[in-house]
């Protein structure tokens, strides 16, 4: 996946002299406002702000919460936060005597590899935001900042501050990788990934007897059949009806951002609450091919260089194999509102290789799962784009 990128300063120190620690009579507050104030308007305008002043429990228990920060650790913060679908975030900290900051910087910057894997694939821009984050380390003063100007925030930082500009490279993680050079699949496990048996409700609908289906599964084939009326016909290729379940797919379910509903990786959690994650829109496109009697399986996989539990689907087309990932292709950013047919945006994922998989982000047990390698029925072939 994309790396954090860290804006470190570094100055190169006098021979025989020794550096003077970074000093600041402002507080975190200060610090906070000269950085904001060094950003667009839709940077602070869309933050939340937290502060000893505004709500000290509730800072407290951000700073716990978010970073692993206890409050012993510092004592002078500020943060400001966004929620929903933006990135944008602010964090001034003072460290108390005694606390290890290569350690605190550590913890911020597992926590900008973890904010960035919660928007890679969804929010692509938004993944980008993180990707460039300023961690700053000033004396016992760090700064987070996920904002549109990283350079405008540094120099506004530095500024108040006396003395030596001083760094501590963070250590990024490692990703390993096999002989092949494809990145080792370590499945992460923190997610329940349940396939989801499609056999009743397709044979319900192949026979028209749901006497033997549960509530769930009628209420789920039900709205299939909805579906498969009001989007497939009866000239449609294999590939021109794939394509229309894609679509519909993704403009009638949402990302389960909590991760919170029950059903979150059930089709009855897309097709019946209309939110899942990953594991239920690749269920989901499971059972809509097997109802159209088009050859599909699910990979359970993972994402963010193995760290993130993911799922997508391979379908089969006159005899070539095809990867689908509806649920990257439902991003939660700049296309959210944008008709799944009306914008490529929307079929990135739909109907690649293996070799593009790898190279976007995913990875899985590559030598027990079918390869996909074809490459014809595209979605800028099947609507004449070029």
Not at 34 to 44: G, L, N, R, T, W
Not at 99 to 114: H, Q
């Given at each position: 996946?994309k790396?954090?990128?860290?804006?470190?300063?570094?100055?190169?120190?006098?021979a025989?002299?020794?550096?003077?620690?970074?000093?600041?009579?402002a507080?975190?507050?200060?610090?906070?406002?000269?950085v904001?104030?060094?950003?667009p308007?839709?940077?602070?305008?869309?933050?939340?702000?937290?502060?000893?002043?505004?709500?000290?429990?509730?800072?407290?228990?951000y700073?716990?919460?978010?970073?692993?920060l206890?409050?012993?650790d510092?004592v002078?913060?500020v943060?400001?936060y966004?929620e929903?679908?933006?990135a944008?975030?602010?964090a001034?900290?003072?460290?108390?005597?005694?606390?290890?900051?290569g350690?605190?910087?550590e913890l911020?910057?597992?926590y900008?590899?973890?904010r960035?894997?919660?928007?890679?694939?969804?929010?692509?821009d938004q993944?980008?935001l993180v990707?460039?984050?300023l961690?700053?380390?000033?004396?016992?003063w760090?700064?987070?900042?996920i904002?549109p100007?990283?350079e405008a925030?540094?120099?506004?930082?530095?500024?108040?501050?006396?003395?030596e500009?001083?760094?501590t490279a963070?250590?990024p993680?490692?990703v390993e990788?096999?002989?092949r050079g494809?990145?080792?699949?370590?499945?992460?496990?923190?997610e329940?990934?349940?396939?989801?048996?499609?056999?009743?409700?397709?044979?319900?609908?192949?026979?028209?007897?749901?006497?033997a289906l549960?509530?769930?599964?009628?209420?789920?084939?039900?709205i299939c059949?909805?579906?498969l009326?009001?989007e497939?016909?009866n000239?449609?290729s294999?590939?021109?009806?794939?394509?229309a379940v894609h679509?519909?797919?993704?403009?009638?379910?949402?990302y389960?951002?909590?991760?919170s509903?029950?059903?979150r990786?059930?089709p009855?959690?897309l097709?019946?609450?209309g939110?899942?994650?990953?594991m239920?829109y690749?269920n989901?496109?499971q059972?809509?091919?097997?109802l159209?009697?088009?050859?599909?399986?699910?990979?359970i996989g993972?994402s963010?260089?193995?760290?993130?539990?993911?799922?997508?689907?391979?379908v089969?087309l006159?005899?070539?194999?095809?990867?689908v990932d509806t649920?990257w292709?439902?991003?939660?950013?700049?296309?959210v509102?944008v008709?799944?047919?009306n914008?490529?945006?929307?079929?990135?994922y739909?109907n690649v290789?293996?070799?593009f998989l790898?190279?976007?982000?995913?990875?899985w047990?590559?030598?027990?799962?079918?390869?996909?390698?074809?490459?014809?029925?595209?979605?800028?072939?099947l609507t004449?784009?070029?």
């Amino acid at each position: 996946m994309k790396r954090v990128t860290l804006l470190l300063l570094s100055l190169l120190l006098l021979a025989g002299c020794a550096p003077k620690e970074p000093t600041t009579d402002a507080s975190a507050i200060d610090l906070g406002g000269v950085v904001s104030e060094s950003q667009p308007e839709e940077f602070y305008n869309g933050l939340t702000p937290l502060s000893s002043e505004l709500d000290p429990e509730g800072l407290e228990t951000y700073l716990t919460a978010a970073y692993g920060l206890d409050r012993e650790d510092w004592v002078d913060a500020v943060a400001a936060y966004s929620e929903g679908l933006q990135a944008y975030e602010l964090a001034v900290i003072q460290l108390a005597d005694g606390v290890d900051a290569g350690s605190a910087e550590e913890l911020l910057l597992a926590y900008l590899e973890g904010r960035q894997a919660d928007f890679t694939g969804y929010a692509p821009d938004q993944a980008a935001l993180v990707e460039d984050a300023l961690l700053l380390r000033q004396g016992r003063w760090l700064l987070l900042v996920i904002c549109p100007d990283p350079e405008a925030a540094k120099e506004a930082f530095l500024t108040r501050f006396d003395g030596e500009t001083t760094q501590t490279a963070a250590r990024p993680y490692t990703v390993e990788r096999d002989s092949r050079g494809y990145v080792v699949f370590d499945p992460p496990n923190e997610e329940e990934m349940p396939l989801y048996d499609t056999a009743p409700v397709v044979e319900a609908y192949r026979t028209g007897d749901t006497s033997a289906l549960s509530e769930e599964d009628a209420a789920i084939l039900e709205i299939c059949r909805q579906v498969l009326e009001a989007e497939i016909d009866n000239d449609m290729s294999p590939a021109e009806q794939e394509l229309a379940v894609h679509d519909w797919i993704i403009d009638h379910a949402a990302y389960d951002e909590t991760h919170s509903s029950p059903n979150r990786s059930h089709p009855y959690g897309l097709l019946v609450e209309g939110q899942a994650i990953c594991m239920g829109y690749a269920n989901t496109f499971q059972l809509f091919m097997g109802l159209l009697d088009i050859p599909c399986v699910t990979v359970i996989g993972a994402s963010s260089d193995s760290r993130q539990d993911h799922a997508w689907n391979l379908v089969q087309l006159d005899g070539d194999w095809y990867a689908v990932d509806t649920t990257w292709d439902d991003p939660l950013g700049g296309f959210v509102d944008v008709p799944a047919a009306n914008e490529s945006g929307h079929h990135t994922y739909f109907n690649v290789t293996s070799d593009f998989l790898r190279q976007t982000d995913h990875q899985w047990d590559y030598d027990a799962v079918q390869e996909a390698e074809g490459t014809y029925w595209t979605w800028r072939h099947l609507t004449r784009r070029r």
